[in-house]
């Protein structure tokens, strides 16, 4: 079974979200027959490479709301996240591009350490003061530390082209599939959660899935095909 | 969408069907949106680890042939391979365990050049001298040709129990999904090839699957869960 994961670095509720995900992918009993795979989602893919400052006024003049209301949400988040051992830093998060994020993902998916370098970023971004978006040196370390080469790491940042066409495809398959925001969990793509649900939800939805493996519809040919099994390979007639 | 394909590297209906496969594959319209993952499928696992022969009295005897149809088999072999342009060495061809190749093509998924490997390995197979089953340095100069590092080629090949559970499951699913030889193709768990067909059939079932894909079907929980999206991120209430 594989669950795919649409996630934005600059998304606290993908932070949780993957955290509640995992305390219910831990107790589900097939843990071991479920692949997953983090796929990405940009929440504004319009900010300038490079570009950051502070959450907190950024949101507020974003969203119009009142300063005051987006720390109070930043100290909400903390509040969740804190409920889950999950470190976040309440104060002095910044935002920014996660393009090229996104690509050292693909990256790390290519290299086996997708999941470690998540979590790393998600650390980088919510724990820590260090800028993910405007400090390259530190995604290097963060990076490195997932388990990445760093002069592989360096190629990928110096060169833009390097597995944008992989990120740009992973965006068109989250709105092809319905997702509007993240995080969106998808199940055998047959069934869809969104958003940072408790983790009974996602113990539901596995099992849902689970359930509803359903039989292969074989496609054959007149002559049938050719095959290998314990009893010897199929002769073919000379 | 993806397609998993169980094979082995003793079969010959796997080497030539990727081959028909791909020629489907190469010309179906959305092949940038298809993942191909090969999954682990011993013919033999109770041959002896280091154990090898030659593959026309080994037939001869395991099927109770004569060897001259053991060898016009191969023969026949060689021609099908041949129309699809692969080379194909009709005489001498050994068969052994392949535990160990499928634990190296486990490694080889993690790190991204699965494909690499396993055409590698069908070469090292079908078109070469050398045995991929007697002659482990063979196999890390194949693995290191496809793309793998050396010494971790050697350190898995010296731990029996690396990727052993990888390829048990793998043997575990293609019985769930109903597979009893190979290759046997899955796409999107949904639909089901066995066999070399002919590339048509593959076409046919990269169509289906593709048209097949469904929406999703969504869990949600009362409170349903927060998310970020375009414009921003649902506030939690403190």
């Known amino acids: 079974m594989r669950v795919e994961i649409w996630t934005d670095i600059n998304c606290p509720f ?3 979200g993957k955290s509640r995900f995992e305390q219910a992918l831990d107790a589900f009993p097939h843990k071991a027959e479920v692949e997953v795979v983090h796929r990405s989602f940009e929440l504004d893919p319009s900010a300038a490479k490079g570009e950051t400052g502070l959450v907190v006024p950024h949101i507020a003049q974003k969203y119009g709301i009142s300063e005051a209301q987006a720390a109070a949400n930043e100290q909400g988040l903390g509040r969740q996240a804190q409920a889950l051992g999950l470190p976040y830093l309440t104060e002095g998060r910044d935002y920014g591009n996660s393009f090229d994020l996104h690509r050292l993902l693909h990256l790390a998916q290519d290299k086996g350490v997708q999941d470690a370098m998540i979590d790393a970023l998600y650390r980088g971004n919510f724990a820590e003061q260090d800028s ?4 390259e040196e530190h995604v290097v370390r963060l990076a490195v530390a997932a388990g990445l080469d760093e002069a592989e ?3 990928v940042l110096a ?3 390097r597995y944008a066409e992989e990120v740009r495809a992973d965006e068109r398959e989250a709105a092809e599939l319905g997702a509007t925001g993240v995080p969106f969990f998808v199940l055998d793509r047959k069934f869809g959660v969104s958003g940072a649900q408790p983790a009974e939800v996602f ?4 099992t849902q899935a689970w359930d509803s493996r359903s039989p292969l519809t074989v496609i054959d040919s007149a002559d049938g095909g ?3 099994g314990p009893d010897g390979c199929a002769v073919p007639q000379a």
């Open 203 to 206: 113990t539901q939805a596995l």
């Open 14 to 16: 993908c932070y949780i």
């Open 132 to 135: 993910v978006f405007a400090d």
């Open 159 to 161: 060169d833009p082209d």
């Open 226 to 228: 050719d095959a290998c």
């Open 153 to 155: 790491v360096r190629a």
